[in-house]
């Protein structure tokens, strides 16, 4: 359906903050923060850091974008940066506000859209991060890369790792699997009505949201058009959450069932260098 922005996103936010309390319960998310060795984003780091000076985010400034309750965030921080989180849902951001004292780590915590971050945020960037499930809120990538752009400095590198384009546009119901949605993005979002949350048992009381679809040309093109070079593309068979219940668990997340594994990919990740 045709919405604008400012009303989608607003019903997307009211979405996210009844998410925020259920998932800092569903992440144990308190175990996490009073853990000082815990880390959700080795995994990313030991790519990322394939493109940095010194291997290393430690001593840089890293702005993780549309970063929801900031388990991630605080990730980064825990290893070594110097870390901004941003998001539009106050509810997550009181939620990582407090995650943060317990862990005992200095984050600067700011409420804005991925879209207007640019003009919510003062200085540049070393780093900026963008963890999984995040691209889909997002209505224009257009401006989306523009941001990004702007926020870097000469030399500056942005990360991104999210599910898979294909993916998405399959029905995730259960076998076959068949195309149901959207590949290619045509202005128009995809509403949904549903009250559970993609971790935990609980519900929302703000049930409808909307999504865009975004091919992976699109999201490419968009960064390069906005004056990005491509240093990375990797595809890969394995999400940090259960996107269909034939997906079975593993020790590096959950994967397709073997007879799907080489068929279909779940996720892709990118790093892109500002000149």
């Given at each position: 359906m045709r919405i604008a922005w400012s009303a989608a996103r607003?019903?997307?936010r009211l979405n996210w903050?009844?998410?925020?309390?259920?998932?800092e319960e569903a992440y144990d998310a308190h175990r996490f923060a009073a853990d000082p060795d815990a880390s959700h984003v080795d995994h990313d780091l030991a790519v990322l850091g394939q493109h940095l000076p010194g291997g290393t985010?430690?001593?840089?400034?890293?702005?993780?974008?549309?970063?929801?309750?900031?388990?991630?965030?605080?990730?980064?921080?825990?290893?070594?940066a110097r870390v901004t989180g941003i998001d539009f849902s106050p509810a997550s951001l009181e939620v990582a506000a407090r995650l943060a004292?317990?862990?005992?780590?200095?984050?600067?915590?700011?409420?804005?859209?991925?879209?207007?971050?640019?003009?919510?945020?003062?200085?540049?960037?070393?780093?900026v991060f963008?963890?999984?499930?995040?691209?889909?809120?997002?209505?224009?990538?257009?401006l989306w890369a523009e941001q990004i752009a702007a926020l870097l400095r000469p030399g500056g590198v942005f990360y991104v790792r999210d599910g898979h384009p294909m993916l998405y546009a399959l029905d995730e119901s259960g076998e076959p699997l068949t195309v149901r949605n959207r590949y290619f993005a045509n202005g128009a979002?995809?509403?949904?009505?549903?009250?559970?949350?993609?971790?935990?048992?609980?519900?929302?009381e703000h049930t409808r949201t909307y999504e865009w679809p975004h091919s992976l040309s699109e999201i490419i093109g968009s960064l390069l058009r906005a004056g990005l070079r491509l240093e990375r593309f990797d595809e890969g068979q394995t999400l940090p959450w259960r996107w269909s219940p034939i997906m079975v668990p593993?020790?590096?997340?959950?994967?397709?069932?073997?007879?799907?594994?080489?068929?279909?990919?779940?996720?892709?990740?990118?790093?892109?260098?500002?000149?």
């Open positions: 607003e019903a997307n903050d009844d998410r925020a309390p259920l998932h985010i430690a001593g840089l400034d890293v702005l993780h974008l549309q970063c929801h309750i900031g388990t991630d965030t605080i990730s980064l921080a825990r290893r070594g004292r317990e862990a005992s780590v200095e984050v600067t915590w700011v409420e804005s859209d991925a879209l207007a971050a640019r003009s919510a945020l003062r200085g540049d960037f070393d780093v963008t963890s999984v499930g995040a691209l889909v809120w997002l209505s224009d990538l257009e979002a995809q509403m949904w009505d549903d009250a559970g949350t993609y971790v935990g048992d609980g519900t929302t593993t020790d590096e997340g959950w994967v397709l069932p073997d007879h799907l594994r080489d068929k279909v990919p779940c996720e892709f990740t990118l790093v892109a260098v500002k000149p």
